[in-house]
């Protein structure tokens, strides 16, 4: 999981999917409480009322015929009434009244016998259902005498239980729909949190495609000490690079005037003379490698296309003679992470070479990916046997003595691939389907992963 996007998303899922459903529990715990309490309430409430009723006359229990709770009038409503002696064995436990709704049903062989002043709540089976038991004991005065008797009230849990289903489904429906609206809710935070590094990541890119020269957009405080070092170092390096190609120019310069004023002499040798040629050669080798900018992750990115565009007007116009066509399948997207002028010296060099080789064309076929640029050029010329492929790839081998124009500045080329970390090759074609022809392949590859 190296995507904070992910980190955060997961992390949000599992808060919610484990707060959610406790938050749930809670409700639903308290609920069941408060509602079975407001049910105990309401049986407390009866008891009074038909201890109010109540009367004891010689020993006897008066009760009216109905009561003022319907309920307890009507058969099977689900709220019953029974009232039993607190006596000693065998009369403890002995039915004196019970209500109207009572009358169908059979009662449980035992029912409990709390002190008198004491009340106690339980639970039984009653017609096949759970029933809440609410039992009260309580003494009355017959001719100074005790009379006591446990007033049972018996409640049906159907409606409780319904209540209590029903408050269920509403809250586990409301809060999966809360759930719903809480992950929305962090996902649009999230990619508006971060955007800023969305904007970043977009502007980087931007400037590896060689779009941008540096980071422009606002961002916030936390990223604005980042993205302003990003920008120092873009430039530096970038003055950095100028300032050292512009010191080599001048150590160029220095060097040929020289030169130019000894091979200027009539009285030199011919052999002194081919000397100060390669020598000359020699200094603008070895300043056109010192120029190289090398394989860097801050180089702004080259269009290869319109380097190769620029390259082919060009040579069009020297080798106008020879009226070569230029078969092209370049990808547009493909880009060089690197110096232009670079990539200019490779593609030059190759493509100079190929177009002295050909005799009517010259074939530039360029593939790329996220990671990898591969650039393969044909001519069809007389090509190269494996004798003359071995020396133009060998360290120190001199290439321009070749006929047919192979090889010139290869070395240059050889070495400019290599600081790139790339690899050159002849006569290997790498693209597939690409339009190869009979004579010399040269095939270039950038492997810009590493």
């Not at 002696?85 to 009244?97: D, E, H």
């Not at 002190?115 to 001719?143: E, P």
């Not at 080259?302 to 620029?310: A, F, L, R, T």
Request: glycine content about 4%.
């Amino acid at each position: 999981m190296n995507s904070l996007k992910v980190r955060l998303l997961l992390s949000t899922f599992i808060m919610t999917v484990v707060m959610l459903p406790i938050i749930g529990l809670t409700l639903s715990n308290a609920f069941e409480r408060q509602l079975s309490q407001a049910v105990k309430n309401e049986l407390k409430a009866y008891s009074y009322s038909i201890f109010t009723v109540a009367e004891v006359e010689n020993k006897q229990l008066l009760m009216p015929n109905f009561l003022l709770e319907n309920q307890f009038n009507v058969s099977k409503s689900g709220l019953y009434a029974v009232i039993t002696s607190l006596s000693q064995a065998p009369q403890k436990n002995i039915p004196l009244w019970q209500s109207p709704s009572l009358l169908t049903l059979a009662l449980p062989a035992l029912l409990p016998s709390p002190d008198v002043g004491q009340t106690q709540f339980s639970k039984i089976n009653l017609a096949g259902s759970r029933h809440l038991l609410y039992s009260f004991s309580a003494s009355f005065s017959d001719n100074g005498q005790a009379f006591p008797i446990t007033l049972h009230l018996i409640k049906d849990q159907q409606q409780l239980l319904s209540a209590l289903s029903d408050f269920r489904q509403q809250l586990w429906t409301w809060l999966l729909a809360l759930m719903a609206v809480f992950i929305f809710v962090q996902i649009i935070w999230l990619l508006w949190t971060l955007k800023p590094l969305t904007v970043l990541t977009d502007e980087l890119e931007n400037i590896e495609k060689g779009q941008k020269k540096a980071l422009t957009a606002k961002y916030p405080l936390e990223l604005q000490q980042v993205t302003q070092q990003l920008n120092i170092l873009l430039m530096t390096e970038e003055n950095q690079r100028t300032r050292y190609r512009n010191a080599l120019s001048d150590l160029a310069h220095s060097l040929k005037n020289p030169l130019a004023v000894i091979q200027s002499q009539t009285d030199i040798s011919v052999s002194a003379s081919e000397q100060l040629q390669l020598i000359n050669q020699i200094i603008e080798h070895q300043l056109k490698r010192a120029q190289s900018a090398g394989q860097s992750p801050w180089h702004l990115g080259v269009q290869v296309q319109q380097v190769i565009d620029k390259l082919l007007i060009t040579l069009a116009k020297i080798y106008q003679d020879k009226d070569l066509a230029f078969i092209i399948d370049v990808d547009s997207n493909a880009i060089f992470k690197g110096d232009e002028t670079d990539l200019m010296e490779i593609l030059g060099n190759v493509l100079d070479n190929a177009c002295k080789a050909a005799k009517h064309k010259v074939a530039v076929n360029v593939a790329s990916t996220a990671k990898k640029l591969t650039i393969e050029i044909t001519d069809d010329g007389a090509g190269l046997d494996e004798s003359q492929q071995a020396i133009i790839l060998s360290r120190g081998g001199r290439a321009d003595t070749y006929q047919a124009g192979h090889g010139i500045g290869l070395a240059i080329v050889s070495d400019l691939v290599a600081s790139y970390q790339g690899q050159l090759f002849v006569d290997k074609p790498a693209i597939d389907k690409s339009a190869t022809l009979p004579g010399a392949c040269f095939t270039i590859v950038f492997d810009f992963s590493s």
